[in-house]
Nanobody
Framework: QVQLVESGGGLVQPGGSLRLSCAAS????????MGWYRQAPGKQRELVAA???????NYAYSVKGRFTISRNNVKNTVYLQMNSLKPEDTAVYYC??????????????WGQGTQVTVSS
């Protein structure tokens, strides 16, 4: 199976920055697209940013120009650099990866989530 382990969340003031990391491990044959989602209590989970294996990126309108997604394929890790943070960015952030495992099954996997709180 595959595990996605996230780190980097925390409490920051408005205008501050955080860098989230998510490392994949396990029975991995290959990894396709990776992305970050976020969810606040009582709200739908929404896509924040995504990146393909060829480094094409896509961002939610609300974070475009402030957040940057990147990946390191040697480390099987995806990152989310978050700048100019706003209180409305407060949520649990989840990473996602499309993974082909060694049996050649193809599935989406999710991290455990990391809390980001933006408050003065």
């Amino acid at each position: 199976q595959v595990q996605l382990v996230e780190s980097g969340g925390g409490l920051v003031q408005p205008g501050g920055s955080l860098r989230l990391s998510c490392a994949a491990s396990g029975s991995i044959f290959s990894i396709g697209s990776m992305g970050w989602y976020r969810q606040a209590p009582g709200k739908q989970r929404e896509l924040v940013a995504a990146i393909t294996s060829a480094n094409y990126t896509n961002y939610a309108y609300s974070v475009k120009g402030r957040f940057t997604i990147s990946r390191n394929n040697v480390k099987n890790t995806v990152y989310l650099q978050m700048n100019s943070l706003k209180p409305e960015d407060t949520a649990v952030y989840y990473c996602n990866a499309r993974v082909v495992v060694t049996t050649r099954a193809n599935s989406n996997y999710w991290g455990q989530g990391t809390q980001v709180t933006v408050s003065s």
